[in-house]
């Protein structure tokens, strides 16, 4: 059985509906083109966005002070056993030359923490001094007020070595907590040892 001959007319339209699902079909393909371009485009300026907004912490810079024991087994026992974060710090870089039996933690904003070990006794430590105890350590607290400095030293009495935690004023309990923690750790505790009552 022979197939039906199709007119010219009929062959013309044929001819012409190809083209036509082809120009139907063009512009999604288009669409897609243009889309995952911008789709990258579109992420790659998200990730900048959020990278910008990433805080870039410097080392921080410790200027040196009298610490005889620096270098003595509780220091070096102490620095071991140090955390990496107290609450909302972490722990810092420091910038050479650091001093030794020094560490730092930052926040995303503001003064750092700063741990000293080490130091000699402080001058205004005395027989009638009022000490706070945190988790079994014996602190001295050092207001910075009286010199306008937002912050406070505490320093642990009763061990072998003395040890000063220096924390900004409003950072709550949790750095004096850790420091405990790590003191109670490696150090065993002494005795007291303050000044003489200052005469009147």
Same mark, same amino acid.
């Given at each position: 059985? $022979? ?5 010219? $007319?009929?062959?013309? +339209? ?8 082809? +120009? ?12 995952? @371009? ?24 410790? %200027? ?9 087994? +509780? ?7 140090? @955390? ?7 722990r810092a870089e420091l910038r050479d030359p ?10 995303? +904003? ?49 061990? %072998? ?8 004023? %409003? ?8 420091? $405990?923690?790590?003191?109670?750790? $490696? ?10 009552? @200052?005469?009147?």
């Amino acid at each position: 059985m $022979s197939e039906p001959e199709h007119t010219p $007319s009929e062959q013309t +339209e044929q001819h012409r509906a190809e083209p036509q699902e082809k +120009e139907k079909r063009s512009p999604a393909l288009i669409a897609t083109a243009i889309a995952l @371009p911008v789709a990258l485009v579109v992420g790659v300026i998200a990730a900048a966005a959020i990278a910008g907004r990433t805080p870039v912490t410097e080392p921080v810079g410790l %200027g040196p002070v009298q610490a005889p024991a620096a270098q003595s087994a +509780e220091c070096n026992a102490l620095m071991e056993n140090l @955390p990496e974060d107290m609450g909302d710090y972490t722990r810092a870089e420091l910038r050479d030359p650091a001093p030794e039996a020094t560490a730092a933690w930052q926040p995303s +904003e503001g003064e750092p923490v700063v741990l000293r070990c080490g130091l000699e006794r402080p001058p205004e430590f005395h027989q009638a001094s009022v000490l706070n105890v945190v988790d079994g350590v014996q602190w001295f607290e050092i207001s910075g007020a009286a010199q306008g400095i937002d912050a406070s030293t505490w320093y642990a009495v009763d061990r %072998g070595v003395y040890v000063a935690l220096t924390v900004p004023n %409003g950072s709550g309990p949790t750095p004096l907590q850790d420091a $405990s923690a790590a003191i109670s750790a $490696s150090m065993p505790q002494k005795p007291l040892d303050p000044a003489p009552v @200052p005469n009147p």
